[in-house]
């Protein structure tokens, strides 16, 4: 399901009653990150602020409601990606990358049935656009109608937190949309707080290697729910953010050109702020922000983006988030990349089972995985890999446990992982990569990591003694105990079954998602 703006996902949150209207007149200035903590730490709904103001900068007029906590829950999440749970786009990506050359006659007929749900992939050009209603160019432009928010006592001023900032390698051409927070400056500039290892980054690096005085950059903001997502996502190099989010919207992203820059956009932005990066100009220095690592990223320097043009929805609805101390919103954004994302991982590790990234690990600190073990030493094979795969290498703690232990469930875990684990011998230390964002190590962007491997050990891995067996009751014990329990008047006691897995068991699909897309262009065309 694709939404028409941003705001056409908040009305299908109200009609469901996932969203509440705030009416009172609250401040930008910490006071509406506050509200906003309240509702999200609390499971709340997502909140659409109507009447803001800016006490430390009482000369901005914001013009947009602010809306927040849009992806706050499982539910939310889902509805933002077109489907009532996220698991079923979970199957959809396990069924393509696991499909095998058609046999016979059937299974072609099966795999044409598929071809068609592949064809609104990619994106079509639109000659109009919503997102051009109003076009401010000039003097004109002013950040300050915006309602951007101050979410932390300490914070370098108004951060802009949902972007989607789209730019183009300047030696291939190559788009790439990535989330990079933006520190207002003034009325024209904000900072763009692109990370050493982020495309945005290298895109930026490029530039100024070619010796160019200006990277262009667009930067979108609201639109249909699943753009803002797929901006977060891990996609490898090569497949576009914006090919990923028509799959999951189930309906191709129209774009339009901008209107002062060589670069598209989608034509359902809510918002969309045009300009430049200039290579050669002095960096600024950006921060402090409260981050969703639950502490403040100190000052660092970033270039200054300048705004040539504001374009906008006459209905355009301004989305922005707080991130700090877990639980925060953008556990659920992250929940999301966990489920969607397993399906592409296991076509590299076959032998995952399933895999959490429990949200007090603030994405990078913790990975859980659970894996049917083959060979001594396994674990640690797979940690390994893990960090060799993408965005997976600022994994700092990486625990890998036996296939029958549900990764879901914290409390197996820790019994699990603590009673199979001697430190001696299943800690294993590594240093690599970090997060620009983690503080914990001595410098910044190097580390150290670790693996721990709670599987059962084998006489292979030195374990000289029986290992022995985890204590399970007898099954037909269990089903006559579940007949009989409701008339024994005992409160509470009813077996918990456990949650149904989003994924088929034993997947082998060895196909990568970039081969279906290509599979699909050869097949039905770019149609743009």
């Not at 763009?192 to 070619?210: C, I, N, P």
């Not at 590594?430 to 997060?435: A, F, L, N, R, T």
């Not at 190097?446 to 003694?465: L, N, Q, S």
Request: hydrophobic share 40%.
């Amino acid at each position: 399901m694709a939404y028409d703006g941003f705001g056409d996902f908040a009305r299908a949150l109200e009609e469901r009653g996932e969203l509440v209207r705030v009416r009172e007149r609250v401040d930008l200035h910490l006071e509406a990150s506050e509200i906003a903590q309240r509702a999200m730490k609390t499971e709340g709904p997502a909140l659409l602020f109507e009447n803001v103001h800016d006490s430390k900068r009482p000369e901005a007029a914001p013009q947009f409601p602010l809306i927040v906590n849009a992806y706050g829950s499982r539910k939310r999440m889902s509805l933002a990606l077109g489907v009532d749970d996220l698991s079923q786009h979970a199957r959809a990506i396990e069924e393509l990358i696991t499909s095998r050359p058609p046999s016979g006659a059937r299974e072609l007929v099966e795999l044409a049935r598929k071809i068609p749900e592949l064809s609104h992939v990619f994106p079509r050009s639109a000659r109009e656009a919503p997102c051009h209603e109003v076009v401010l160019t000039g003097d004109e432009v002013d950040l300050d109608r915006l309602p951007m928010m101050t979410t932390w006592p300490n914070d370098g001023g108004p951060f802009i937190t949902l972007p989607n900032v789209i730019t183009r390698d300047p030696n291939n051409g190559n788009r790439n949309i990535g989330m990079y927070r933006m520190q207002r400056i003034d009325r024209k500039t904000t900072a763009m707080h692109w990370q050493v290892h982020k495309t945005g980054a290298r895109h930026f690096r490029a530039a100024k290697e070619l010796g160019l005085k200006r990277l262009e950059v667009a930067v979108a903001l609201g639109g249909d729910p699943a753009l803002t997502y797929a901006a977060t996502a891990p996609l490898p190099d090569g497949i576009d953010e914006w090919m990923f989010a028509g799959f999951l919207r189930g309906s191709a992203v129209r774009t339009v050109k901008c209107k002062t820059v060589d670069l598209e956009v989608p034509s359902d932005s809510d918002i969309v702020l045009e300009g430049y990066v200039d290579p050669t100009e002095a960096l600024f220095d950006e921060g402090p922000f409260g981050d969703h690592t639950g502490y403040y990223t100190l000052v660092e320097r970033f270039p200054r983006f300048h705004i040539t043009a504001i374009t906008h929805r006459r209905d355009a609805v301004y989305p922005a988030t707080v991130v700090g101390p877990p639980p925060m919103e953008d556990a659920w954004i992250g929940k999301a990349t966990e489920r969607l994302f397993l399906p592409l991982l296991r076509t590299i590790f076959p032998e995952v089972r399933d895999m959490h990234l429990p949200v007090f690990g603030a994405f990078h600190n913790l990975v859980i995985v659970s894996i049917k073990k083959q060979y001594p030493f396994h674990a640690n094979r797979v940690a390994h890999g893990l960090w060799g795969a993408g965005q997976m290498m600022f994994s700092k703690v990486i625990c890998v446990v036996d296939e029958d232990v549900d990764v879901q469930n914290l409390e197996e875990v820790g019994w699990r992982l603590l009673a199979n684990l001697d430190p001696k011998r299943d800690l294993s230390f590594v240093e690599g990569p970090i997060d620009q964002l983690d503080h914990g190590a001595n410098q910044a962007l190097y580390g150290g990591k670790v693996v721990i491997d709670g599987t059962r050990k084998w006489p292979e891995e030195g374990y000289a003694r029986e290992w022995p067996e985890v204590l399970r009751m007898s099954e037909d014990v269990v089903r006559r105990v579940d007949a009989l329990w409701p008339q024994l008047g005992i409160p509470g006691g009813a077996r918990k079954l456990p949650e149904a897995s989003n994924f088929q068991e034993g997947a082998k699909g060895n196909l990568h998602l970039q081969r279906v897309f290509d599979a699909a262009r050869a097949l039905v065309g770019r149609n743009r």
